[in-house]
């Protein structure tokens, strides 16, 4: 890859960015950060991205009443989002227009909408944009700690992650009123995520269009837990234990599955380890009755078995956040070493192990090359 195509994004927050997220083309970025504001940047013509426009807190749920007298879309003017830290940002899929979810600090969710504001000054119409919040989700007793939008086919839907220890789904029923987001389900997890202090650090959604609807959680205790809902329950179930970590899980992956037989989940933690988790799809050996499992698809069904939970070899740098590529084949891994690691399937270590090995628990079939580094400048304060 040429020079020429990386840049250096000054960022305008004066606090620790928390997150940063691509929308669905990769054409606009949003960044979130302890200053409690959220910024989003556009792609311009000319390849560079360029800050467009701050998120504002609203002092209600109707988008009308939002205050803020400057609607210039090129604004870098700071205005919290939260009244705390902003931990986490997630975009919508476009199909329901540009939507972001927020959390933070202050116990709350946020949607936010981008709306087109149009004033006429001398016979002269401009239409600029402006991010006005529609709904605040106020549901969490601690810290919002993570928040992430379904895929597409489930719908506008939307999981949170607090420090309480509770996984909470909403989702916006008419996707036209976007004030309205009635709690669909609730996961209490284990009391050993409950009272450690931070609970929920993490969540991802299972992205296959015919799998139940599934979420990966990673608990400050170290656990790594998938849970998926039962129609016939009407409940969200735990499905599979994944190894833990030894300390705080920072974040979790779910690969986007492009014709696997199996899923791939990766998950970090402060224990300095990044580990892939190999799933695969096993048949449900419980006998429903008749009654009942004329009510199972056959994907639900089915049950996850976990075949093997391997660890990168990350050279005893600290990891903080993981993230797959599209196709769910490429993992990048991001730590406090100022440097992004490109993770792939060792395809021909994996065609030289034996049969035995193969299927030996930790190395059933997979082992992960780093394939690419990309250094950052870091600069000494």
């Not at 929308?23 to 013509?45: H, P, Q």
């Amino acid at each position: 890859m040429a020079t020429s195509n990386t840049q250096a994004i000054p960022s305008f927050h004066a606090d620790f960015v928390h997150d940063i997220q691509f929308d669905f083309y990769g054409r606009r970025i949003a960044t979130c950060s302890g200053d409690r504001t959220v910024k989003v940047w556009n792609l311009d013509e000319n390849g560079i991205f360029s800050s467009s426009a701050i998120l504002t807190q609203s002092n209600s749920n109707t988008a009308n009443t939002n205050t803020n007298t400057n609607t210039n879309s090129n604004t870098n003017t700071s205005i919290q989002a939260h009244r705390s830290a902003v931990w986490r940002v997630s975009w919508a899929h476009p199909e329901y227009g540009q939507l972001l979810a927020t959390c933070g600090a202050d116990n709350s969710a946020a949607i936010w909408e981008e709306v087109q504001i149009t004033s006429t000054n001398n016979n002269t119409t401009n239409i600029n944009k402006n991010w006005v919040e529609k709904a605040r989700l106020s549901d969490a007793r601690r810290s919002v700690n993570c928040v992430e939008f379904a895929p597409r086919h489930l719908g506008l839907m939307l999981a949170t992650g607090s420090a309480d220890g509770c996984v909470r789904i909403y989702e916006a029923i008419d996707v036209v009123n976007l004030h309205h987001w009635p709690l669909q389900g609730t996961i209490e997890l284990e009391e050993t995520v409950v009272h450690e202090e931070l609970g929920v650090t993490s969540l991802s959604w299972c992205q296959g269009r015919f799998e139940p609807k599934a979420l990966v959680i990673g608990g400050s205790s170290g656990s790594v837990l998938v849970y998926r809902y039962s129609d016939a329950a009407r409940q969200w179930q735990l499905a599979i234990k994944l190894r833990s970590h030894a300390r705080g899980v920072l974040d979790v992956a779910w690969a986007p599955n492009v014709g696997r037989s199996y899923h791939l989940i990766s998950s970090v933690g402060m224990d300095g380890k990044a580990m892939v988790h190999r799933l695969k799809r096993t048949k449900n050996n419980s006998n429903p009755s008749n009654e009942d499992s004329a009510n199972l698809t056959n994907e639900s069904s089915k049950t996850l078995q976990c075949e093997s939970s391997v660890e990168l070899d990350t050279k005893s740098s600290e990891v903080w956040r993981c993230k797959w590529n599209v196709t769910g084949t490429v993992l990048a891994t991001s730590g406090d070493g100022g440097m992004v690691k490109l993770w792939k399937s060792d395809y021909y270590r994996n065609l030289n192990l034996n049969n035995n090995d193969r299927n030996n628990g930790e190395n059933a079939g997979l082992s992960w090359r780093c394939v690419s580094e990309v250094v950052g400048d870091i600069h000494e304060a």
